[in-house]
């Protein structure tokens, strides 16, 4: 069974920075589109970054754009955000995803629909 599991979130302060992993287990992700989405409350889940399957290709959606960067490991099946210059709008829980349903294709990928495997989510707190 597949799973990826999230890690490195927390509470910072405006300004400040972290770090969020997403490793993959039970399959490779190798040769597959990777994403983060972000869900603040009341809010519908958002896209937030994505990652084609070689990690020759990311989007980012414009409120995050010049700020956060997507990247991936392979060879750890680990994919990372790093996310600079925190704001308190950027407070929401944070969501791996993966499409394991198209293999090297390079379509950007920014609706939730459009990937079949996700994380259970973690808290990112910015304080103002």
């Known amino acids: 069974q597949v799973q990826l599991v999230e890690s490195g979130g927390g509470l910072v302060q405006a300004g400040g920075s972290l770090r969020l992993s997403c490793a993959a287990s039970g399959r490779t992700f190798s040769g597959y589109a990777m994403g983060w989405f972000r869900q603040a409350p009341g809010k519908e889940r958002e896209f937030v970054a994505g990652?084609?399957?070689?990690?020759?290709?990311?989007y980012y959606a414009d409120s995050v754009k010049g700020r956060f960067t997507i990247s991936r490991d392979n060879a750890k099946n680990t994919v990372y955000l790093q996310m600079n210059s925190l704001k308190p709008e950027d407070t929401a829980v944070y969501y791996c995803?993966?499409?394991?349903?198209?293999?090297?294709?390079?379509?950007?990928?920014?609706?939730?629909?459009?990937?079949?495997?996700w994380g259970q989510g973690i808290q990112v707190t910015v304080s103002s």
């Open positions: 995803a993966a499409d394991f349903s198209r293999w090297t294709n390079s379509s950007p990928r920014r609706k939730t629909d459009e990937y079949d495997t």
């Open positions: 990652n084609t399957w070689s990690g020759g290709n990311t």
